[in-house]
Structure formats: structure tokens, C-alpha cells
């Protein structure tokens, strides 16, 4: 493999095609020298020694954690970025067991790391994986962060990598083997979770890890806290199942049943890196993180009383509008990326940042997206209201409009998803589904926001050859109805 394309979202690609030990190493070599050299992010740089001083702290050497989710092979590569990593003079702390990304980014936090590498694939299917860099601040690494990397990524005929080890299973004398990774994390969640009102609650809980990380994260944390909790998925499988583990309705039909025949009060899971959730009520039904990301906001600010800004993307539900409105926060919409409320998270201004597809970071925290923290605020609600999901949704549509959404991926060539956007910014439609288009948002693709206000969006993706469709109303049935439009709009755009 020549060129290596690094992103926000990390480098991914097919275990043993275009994800090798060699392409580990590049990467590790690239990330070393971002370490040692930039100016503001590395290990010198004025950012990272300014986030030191605040925290009190300083080290006489870099610092980088190292961690890795349960997909095949994702231990050995881990173990080449460790070695290609102390090769170049940093001191690696390697997690002994898998790590979850937000895991690993409080572990950067709270240790003052200059950063941490992880081998994931996270939400992909079983034969896909990659690296993600996570930057001193906690957070996915920015655009700045993923060019300078890229810069510094050597060829693969390097002198370097001939030099270097590639066996796997071989851990360099140098790597520190870390055993507290988890423990710090899970006594951290003890502060942002209402324990007494767990041990109290009496809640039932089944969680489906999904064969991912989450494994070794739910359970110790639920049971210690006297939730009674039923698991699936717990075990080790490379193949997951024969399901791509990305926490959506299909891949949690067995967490739905176990839900039912057991009798729980709710069902909660994480893709296979721990950075979204979903959820299963006591009825079986799938809620989409639309819905509970502002219940979520609605239980920070009213039992936790939290105040602050908001911020979420911009086809995020504005049923999150609804709650920041009612309670006098300031809403910020972004781009689509977490990247960008990671940076508005980082800020210190904002309570909490959300996307739909089911991330969402708050504050006191990690910036970035934690999916377990999501699922245990969930479970936390139930705990202090004392009520069922179902009521508490109940409760909340009392004061808030529901909205309905929904969200297609159409298949289309790089050439035909020019095309698209080019005419659509040059011939917009002037109404959709017989409704006038008030407004369009051209902030990430093109918004159609239409009177009365239901939207649609239609965005290409930022990592693959597909037209993202978007939309959300006040009934039911017009999401579905505004999709069908939607893909009459784009065919006729070709």
C-alpha cells in the first residue's frame, strides 16, 4: 500500500488487505513525528505544555496511550504501534486489556498524555479496522492534527520500518503494561452518575456489549452499584455474531428479545469502541438517540442543574431546540463531524454535544462522544424519577413536541454525487412534498427547511460512495413522504 489517507475518523480498512503491521507502523512513524515536532499539539508544543500547566502537571518525556477493541488481530497491531512508538523515544502505557475510545480519552486527560493511539474499526463490520489518534485534549484529532500526521508518514520502503520489529504478539521491554486504566475511568463515571439512587432503584438492566469492549465496562459498574443485570454477547467472537456491531435496531433484535422474555426494564449497548449507544425500552422498542439525546438534556438540567450551552449537528433533531429553548440555553449548530462539537466541547461553555447517529458528549467529561456514559445516563433517569423509560417519554411529551425522523443511505458513483450537490446548489427545489421550502441551510450539504417546520437534507458522505438523506416532522408519516420526494429531487438530477 503507497499513500496512506489519515482523517478525523482514523485510517480504516480491510484487516490484512489494506490495514498490514507495515501500514501500522507508517502510521505509528507519522504519528511519532507529529508528537515530537508540531508546535502546538506535540509533546513541546504551546497547547499541549499550556493544558499540562492547568492540570498541575509535567513529564519529562511523551506520553502516549496505547489500546485496541476485540476485532481480529487488533491486539498485535496495538502492539506494533507500541514498539514503533518507544523506537522513537515516547513512553507507551499499553492498556492489557480492550479499550474503549472514551475510555482511553480520559485516560489522556487524566493522566496528561500527549495523546493515545487505538486499534479500532469501531461501528464497521468484522473484517474492517483501523488506528484512531486522540490528541491531549481528549478528543478525535482535528483537520490541523490528521494533515500534519499525513505529512509525516513515511514511505513504505522507509528505512525505518526495515529496521523495526513487525512480529506479533511481541511487546517491546520498553512498553509499560497499564492495569488501571479501567478503574480510573469507572470511579470517574461514580462521579457523574447518581450511585445512591442505583442502589436504591432496584432496576433490572440487560446489556449487550455487542462482543465489543463494553464487556468489561457495564456489568462491573451496574452490579457493584446493585442494578441486577441479565448480558448478551459478553464473549469473545472476532466476527461478532455475524452482525455489524453499530448499536442500530437490526443489530439489537437479540437484545430486544432478551429485553422481553426477561423482563427488564431497559436494554442498553455500545458499538464495538464504546463511542454510541443504543437503547431498547421495556417494550422492545428501539429509541432513537434523536429522542433521547434531549431527555438526557432535559435530566442534566432539571436533576443535575446544569447550565450552559448546547450544541449538535445540523441534522440533529431540533427536539434538542425544544428542551434548550425551554430552559434558556444558547443552541450552536455545526457541521457534520463530531470534530466540531469536540471543539466546542473543549471550550469549557457547553453542557453538552450531540449528533444523530448517536454520540454525545457532556461536560466534566471527555469532549468527544462516550457511549457508555450516554447508556448509564439513561439508566440514571430511570434510577431518579423512579419510572419506566415509556413514562418517562410519557412526561417528557407533555411538555415538548414529539417529532418522527428518518434517515436512507442511496448508493451513488463519486461523479454522480457531484452532479447532485452541483445542481442542487444551482437548482434548488422551491417546494418539497407540496410544502413551500422556507429556508435552505447549505452548512453540510443542503437543508431544506419547509413551512410549518419539517425538514429534509440530503448530504453526501464524508467516507464513502452514498447520498445521505435526512428527514423529520411533527407526524409520523411525512418523514417516510419527504425521503420518497427526496430521491425524485436527486434522479432528477441526473
Not at 493544558?51 to 477493541?69: S, W
Request: aromatic share 8%; charged share 25%.
Amino acid at each position: 500500500m503507497g499513500e496512506i489517507k489519515f482523517s478525523t475518523a482514523g485510517f480504516r480498512a480491510i484487516t490484512a488487505g489494506g490495514l498490514t503491521a507495515q501500514t501500522v507502523q507508517r502510521l505509528a512513524y507519522g504519528i511519532s513525528e507529529h508528537v515530537l515536532e508540531h508546535p502546538f499539539y506535540g509533546f513541546r508544543g504551546t497547547g499541549y505544555q499550556n493544558f499540562c500547566k492547568t492540570q498541575g502537571k509535567k513529564l519529562k518525556n511523551p506520553l502516549v496511550i496505547v489500546g485496541y477493541d476485540t476485532r481480529f488481530l487488533s491486539k498485535q497491531l496495538a502492539f506494533v504501534a507500541a514498539n514503533a512508538l518507544v523506537q522513537s523515544g515516547i513512553t507507551v502505557h499499553m492498556a492489557e486489556e480492550p479499550l474503549p475510545t472514551p475510555v482511553a480519552e480520559w485516560a489522556v486527560l487524566s493522566q496528561c498524555a500527549v495523546g493515545a493511539v487505538i486499534i479500532t474499526g469501531s461501528e464497521a463490520p468484522y473484517h474492517i479496522n483501523g488506528l484512531k489518534w486522540i490528541s491531549y485534549y481528549g478528543g478525535i484529532a482535528n483537520n490541523e492534527i490528521c494533515e500534519d500526521i499525513e505529512k509525516h508518514i513515511p514511505s513504505e520502503n522507509a528505512q525505518i520500518l526495515k529496521a523495526s520489529s513487525t512480529e506479533f504478539g511481541t511487546l517491546n521491554a520498553a512498553v509499560v503494561v497499564s492495569k488501571d486504566l479501567r478503574k480510573n475511568y469507572l470511579a470517574h463515571l461514580e462521579k457523574l452518575i447518581n450511585t445512591r439512587a442505583l442502589k436504591k432503584s432496584k432496576l433490572k438492566i440487560a446489556v449487550d456489549p455487542l462482543f465489543g469492549s463494553a464487556k468489561n465496562y457495564f456489568r462491573p459498574f451496574l452490579e457493584k452499584n446493585g442494578v441486577t443485570v441479565e448480558g448478551i454477547h459478553e464473549e469473545d467472537d472476532v466476527l461478532f455474531g455475524g452482525v455489524t456491531p453499530n448499536a442500530g435496531p437490526v443489530s439489537l433484535k437479540e437484545l430486544t428479545e432478551l429485553v422481553l422474555r426477561k423482563k427488564m426494564h431497559l436494554g442498553i449497548a455500545c458499538n464495538s469502541d464504546c463511542d454510541k449507544f443504543g437503547l431498547i425500552d421495556s417494550d422492545g422498542e428501539w429509541i432513537s438517540p434523536n429522542e433521547i439525546a434531549p431527555m438526557i438534556l432535559d435530566h442534566l438540567v432539571r436533576n443535575k442543574k446544569q447550565k450552559g450551552r448546547i450544541c449538535r449537528s445540523v441534522i440533529t433533531s431540533n427536539l434538542i431546540d425544544q428542551v434548550a429553548k425551554a430552559n434558556g440555553l444558547m443552541l450552536r449548530e455545526t457541521p457534520v463531524g463530531f470534530k466540531y462539537i469536540t471543539d466546542l466541547m473543549t471550550s469549557g461553555q457547553y453542557i453538552m454535544g450531540m449528533e444523530e447517529s448517536g454520540g454525545l458528549a457532556i461536560a466534566n467529561h471527555i469532549p468527544d462522544k462516550d457511549g457508555l456514559l450516554a447508556c448509564l445516563l439513561v439508566v440514571d433517569l430511570l434510577a431518579t424519577e423512579g419510572k419506566t423509560l415509556k413514562q418517562l417519554r410519557k412526561d417528557f411529551y407533555k411538555k415538548y413536541k414529539q417529532l418522527f425522523d428518518q434517515k436512507v443511505s442511496i448508493p451513488k458513483t463519486e461523479t454522480e454525487i457531484n452532479r447532485i450537490m452541483e445542481r442542487l446548489d444551482i437548482r434548488p427545489p422551491l417546494s418539497i412534498n407540496k410544502t413551500s421550502v422556507w429556508r435552505i441551510d447549505n452548512t453540510d450539504g443542503f437543508k431544506f427547511l419547509l413551512k410549518g417546520g419539517s425538514w429534509l437534507a440530503i448530504r453526501p458522505s464524508g467516507t464513502e460512495h452514498l447520498i445521505r438523506m435526512y428527514a423529520e416532522a411533527q407526524d409520523e408519516k411525512t418523514p417516510a413522504a419527504l425521503i420518497k420526494e427526496g430521491k425524485k429531487i436527486i434522479d432528477s438530477m441526473l
